[in-house]
């Protein structure tokens, strides 16, 4: 497995220029090549699954199997499909070590979680972004290319947190509207991010998709 960090992010660094998902798609397929491979099973979650949505319709050679975890729409905004969240989110970047307990409450995982695992807080706390990248990331969930889903060849995972207050869980299921023959699944009591409040469940369900079952 291979984890990138994508513009703006961890210790990835790139002009000062503004980008968009198209370009951030390129940038995976890139990524795919330059590491000696014709192709890759690609696992995209929240802004990840909105690029490798781009990837697979402008590189569908390079995708083998798909998966997108609690995300939506590529061209959508998240002003359009949750706009309390948005409004929100600005004010968790005024402060973000004041209000990073309730946004992860609010929006990320279920409350119970949170106060069994107060460490979670901690991610929406150590946010090291300045805010000229905060700004070219926010850019990217301003809309845009709204690229025709149908294109999509490769065999498609949609999975979804029963809980996840940031993306609903209908908002990313309505995925399976315009991809062809994708399976969906939904994880019952999980919040926006599967990976790290259910990592095995998640797992589990990315093998056996992987695997063909």
């Known amino acids: 497995m ?6 703006d992010s961890g210790k990835t660094t790139n002009p000062a220029d503004p980008y968009t998902l198209a370009e951030m798609g390129d940038d995976l397929a890139g990524l795919i090549a330059g590491l000696g491979y014709a192709r890759a099973h690609v696992f995209g979650t929240s802004l990840g699954g909105l690029i ?3 990837a697979a319709v402008r590189h569908p050679d390079r995708i083998d ?5 609690s995300t939506f729409r590529i061209g959508k905004t998240v002003a359009e499909i949750n706009p309390g969240a948005l409004d929100w989110l600005r004010i968790h970047a005024s402060d973000r ?4 307990g309730e ?18 807080i901690d991610i929406f ?3 090291t972004r300045t805010p000229e990248q905060s700004l070219r990331r926010a850019a990217l969930l301003a809309g845009g290319d709204r690229y025709e889903l149908g294109r999509i060849a490769a065999p ?5 947190g029963r809980d996840d207050r940031l993306i609903p869980c209908d908002v990313t299921l309505s995925l399976a509207a315009e991809i062809p023959g994708v399976r969906t699944e939904v994880l019952d009591g999980v919040g926006h991010v599967g990976t790290i409040q ?4 998640m797992a589990a369900l990315v093998l056996d998709f992987l695997a063909g079952r």
């Open 97 to 100: 070590e004041r209000h990073a």
């Open 2 to 7: 291979v984890a990138y960090d994508q513009r």
């Open 156 to 160: 498609t995972l949609v999975i979804a």
């Open 65 to 69: 199997r798909l998966v997108l975890a």
């Open 52 to 54: 490798a949505q781009a």
């Open 198 to 201: 259910a990592p095995e469940r």
């Open 103 to 120: 946004t992860a409450r609010r929006y990320f995982f279920p409350p119970e979680i949170v106060d069994a695992r107060p460490g979670l």
């Open 125 to 127: 706390r150590r946010l």
